[in-house]
Nanobody
């Protein structure tokens, strides 16, 4: 079975931090760029961040720049999203996705998502 599994979501107060993890099962991530997406209640899905297959380049949506950091450890077949200074508007289900070769490539795999709730 080929799949991605996200972990690390939960309930945090504004200003808090979480680290999300994306793990691959049944394949290796090193041939894929990995993107993080999120979907808030009643809103469209948006791309949050992406990292190249080698980890040599990253990008972020403007609203999270300076607060979120994407990274990967290909030896562990894992990708991470460190989220700091969380805001209520960051509340969403977060998904990771494996993209063929680049951050604009076709998405081959999606995870099922992990819920992040930022609330006091």
């Amino acid at each position: 079975q080929l799949q991605l599994v996200e972990t690390g979501g939960g309930l945090v107060q504004p200003g808090g931090s979480l680290r999300l993890s994306c793990a691959a099962s049944g394949f290796t991530l090193d041939a894929y760029a990995i993107g993080w997406f999120r979907q808030a209640p009643g809103k469209e899905r948006e791309g949050v961040s992406c990292i190249s297959s080698s980890g040599g380049s990253t990008n972020y949506v403007h609203s999270v720049k300076g607060r979120f950091t994407i990274s990967r450890d290909n030896a562990k077949n894992m990708v991470y999203l460190q989220m700091n200074s969380l805001k209520p508007e960051d509340t969403a289900v977060y998904y990771c996705a494996a993209r063929y070769y680049s951050c604009s490539g076709s998405i081959h795999y999606w995870g099922k998502g992990t819920l992040v709730t930022v609330s006091s």
